[in-house]
């Protein structure tokens, strides 16, 4: 079998929090960056046009803030990743640094490609990411640590509940996140079900 | 047992349980284009994979092609690599690929349909999140990633998790100047942005029945702007009848048999969904979004939302951003931009309803407005039938196919803080490529009443009033 996963246990170190539900992935990396046949480099166009407005009314964007430079960890609120299915979106931000991403909700596609890069995007309630989006703004150089055995989110004096979907959890415990090798093993098993599927024959019979 | 479409579906396609605990789900139809396809093909060819089935792959160029000048080598340079890149894998590979020498190059959501490849009963992958548009036919579409992409070149499979399904009932007569746009808008507008997250949409009820292929497309295309990753219609006649004589569908008695196994997989009359929704078709009005996300809509009679203090921070910053007042109406919104197209509205009844409209107007002076059909054959039929003249003559460029203003990866874009009617599918800050650029979505119908008018106006007075009111 040929994998590349490791096994993603936790993820720790300080954390950048960005405000705000339903940040979409133009937002998150603008069109104009897709035209490229890598994902090399995306990490410095991560919410690009959303900095430099920031930077316009003065009021520096948390990627641009110097004490969240280096985080690993990205704090968030509702429905984030919600839009298009580029998988830019997810591999700019951990192409930055990013680690684990906690929020309110995730949009669904942008859930599966981060899972598909290894990179976990965890829930808490919206009164937990309160504390912690102000914690991190307060106390940048608090170490938010991610641990999804346990379920837990320890950041100073803060302990949080985090989830995630059982099946995305094991597979990045047990290493399985990058499924490729799990779907190309076992070709046989595929073959009989496209047996079973009449439009394969063209509707021979 | 009682089951819907979506589970009967899946049920077909599951090769087994993954040990994670995901389905490794059978892809019987993968569609691929230039922008979400490159680096899975180069870790195929990293891995030292093949394809296994280029037989059920297909592939188009869309995303970033020039729909002004088309000579190769493009001018944008990482347009053209890119579109090499595409061509070469194909070549490599043996996928048949829909490029504008065939005259079949389009929008890979509207060429899927139309070539036949998409047909009920199928699962359907593509590296967009449109891909739902695909569930009008009765098929499970899903819009992947690029290691998805990777995955399904590779095994024909995805690694998944079931979804809940929601049946939205919509009932009654869609009121003259009222279309499935609207409908669509609608129902985010009601169920939120976010709304749909771990549902398919199953879209039922006397209205969508009565509904053509490309008003369901419509539908089903935006499912994704609502959350639910899928979107579907249950299969019936009007499917069936779009499929017949379509170059990839079956024909003679395999088209028979083939309806019968497809008229078998729609939702059972008893079967359960998780949530049961209603709207009223009748009740809806022409839609128009005002704000930054495609669940901030309002009727075009209606007025922008006052932000009710902090909970309404989303409201507060999309006022800001599109630099509206908070209760002011929607209609006399002036723009500056027209944009008839995209995989949501770029079809020919879209290019025909708008038409309509504008035959016989002119364009206001301050208003730039192109018409990017869908397809290169959707192109050729509105000019059989003459559209392209109505809209040259009313002012409106006419382009070639591809996706256009609708994401501005190629030349047409906005500038600065120009506002855009679009008959697109996302109102998001920089969507149409300038990065302080305002979009209001709403049908092709209201795009062309408001590139006519200048603003935004009610398509249901417009398309009585007089031609004197023209190229004001
Ligand atoms: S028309 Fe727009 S939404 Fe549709 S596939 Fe193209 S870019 Fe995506």
New interface residues.
């Given amino acids: 079998m040929t994998t590349r996963s490791s096994r993603i246990e936790h993820a720790s170190g300080t954390a950048v929090p960005v405000r705000g539900d339903d940040i979409d992935t133009d937002r998150i990396i603008p069109a104009r960056f897709l035209k490229t046949i890598t994902f090399e480099g995306l990490e410095a166009h991560v919410f690009e046009d959303d900095r430099k407005q920031a930077a316009e009314h003065g009021t520096p964007h948390p990627f641009d803030v110097p004490a969240h430079q280096g985080a690993h960890v990205l704090v968030v609120q509702g429905n984030f990743g919600c839009g298009s299915s580029r998988e830019h979106a997810p591999q700019a931000i951990a192409r930055w640094g990013i680690q684990a991403i906690v929020g309110e909700s995730f949009a669904e596609i942008f859930f599966g490609n981060s899972l598909m890069i290894g990179l976990p995007c965890v829930t808490a309630s919206r009164a937990d990411l309160e504390k912690l989006l102000t914690l991190a703004e307060t106390q940048p150089t608090t170490v938010f640590d991610v641990d999804l055995a346990s379920g837990q989110l320890r950041a100073g004096s803060l302990v949080v509940p985090v989830t995630m979907p059982d099946a995305a959890r094991e597979a990045l415990r047990t290493g399985n996140w990058d499924a490729t090798g799990l779907l190309v093993d076992r070709y046989e098993e595929v073959e009989r079900t496209a047996a079973r599927l009449p439009y394969l024959s063209g509707f021979a019979s | 047992m009682a089951r819907t479409l979506f589970q009967k579906v899946w049920d077909?396609?599951?090769?087994?349980m993954?040990?994670?605990?995901?389905t490794?789900l059978?892809i019987?139809l993968h569609l691929v284009h230039e922008?979400?396809s490159?680096?899975a093909f180069?870790e195929l060819a990293e891995?030292g994979?093949p394809v296994?089935r280029p037989d059920?792959t297909f592939a188009t160029v869309d995303?970033?092609i020039p729909t002004a000048a088309r000579v190769r080598p493009f001018a944008?340079l990482?347009?053209e690599?890119?579109t090499s890149?595409l061509e070469a894998n194909c070549r490599k590979y043996g996928i048949r690929l829909f490029d504008p020498s065939t005259g079949s190059q389009g929008i890979v959501h509207v060429i899927g349909p139309e070539q036949g490849l998409t047909?009920p009963?199928?699962t359907i992958a593509c590296?967009?999140?449109h891909?739902s548009t695909h569930g009008a036919f009765g098929a499970i579409a899903f819009?992947?990633?690029?290691?998805?992409v990777?995955?399904v070149l590779?095994?024909?499979?995805?690694?998944?998790?079931p979804l809940k399904v929601r049946r939205i009932e919509v009932n009654g007569t869609l009121p003259e100047g009222v279309y499935a746009k609207d409908v669509i808008l609608s129902i985010i507008g009601r169920l939120g942005?976010?709304g749909g997250?771990?549902y398919a949409y199953e879209y039922a009820g006397d209205t969508i029945a009565r509904m053509s292929m490309d008003e369901r497309m419509t539908i089903c295309n935006m499912s994704?702007e609502g959350?639910a990753?899928v979107g579907y219609v249950n299969p019936d006649e009007t499917t069936f009848e779009f499929l017949r004589g379509r170059p990839y569908a079956?024909s003679g008695e395999?088209?028979d048999?083939?309806c019968d196994?497809w008229r078998s997989l729609a939702s059972d009359s008893d079967a359960e969904w998780d949530d049961v929704v209603r709207l009223d078709a009748a009740a809806l009005a022409p839609t128009v979004t005002w704000g930054i996300?495609p669940g901030q809509s309002v009727d075009v009679d209606g007025r922008l939302p006052k932000p009710a203090g902090s909970a309404d921070?989303?409201v507060s910053?999309a006022l800001e951003f599109m630099g509206f007042a908070a209760g002011q109406p929607i209609a006399g919104t002036r723009i500056d931009v027209a944009f008839i197209g995209s995989c949501t509205n770029g079809r020919l009844s879209d290019l025909r309803e708008a038409a309509r409209i504008v035959k016989g107007h002119r364009v206001a002076k301050h208003v730039r407005a192109l018409v990017v059909p869908g397809s290169q054959s959707v192109a050729v039929a509105a000019e059989r039938e003459g559209l392209d003249a109505v809209f040259r003559d009313a002012g409106f460029d006419w382009r070639g196919a591809g996706c256009s203003m609708c994401?501005?990866?190629n030349p047409d874009r906005l500038e600065g803080r120009e506002v855009c009617a679009s008959s697109s599918n996302?109102n998001?800050?920089?969507?149409q490529?300038s990065?302080?650029g305002r979009t209001l979505l709403m049908s092709p119908a209201m795009v062309a009443a408001a590139a006519l008018a200048g603003e935004v106006v009610d398509v249901r007075s417009w398309s009585t009033e007089a031609p004197a009111l023209a190229g004001v």
């Fill in positions: 077909l396609h599951t090769v087994r993954l040990p994670n605990g995901q490794q059978f019987g922008v979400t490159p680096q180069a891995r994979w296994r059920r995303h970033i944008d990482m347009a690599s890119m890149a047909q009963g199928l590296g967009d999140s891909t819009g992947i990633g690029t290691s998805q990777r995955d590779a095994s024909q499979c995805l690694a998944l998790a942005v976010k997250t771990g994704i959350g990753r079956p395999a088209f048999r083939a196994w996300n921070a989303g910053e994401l501005a990866m996302r998001f800050k920089g969507r490529g990065p302080t």
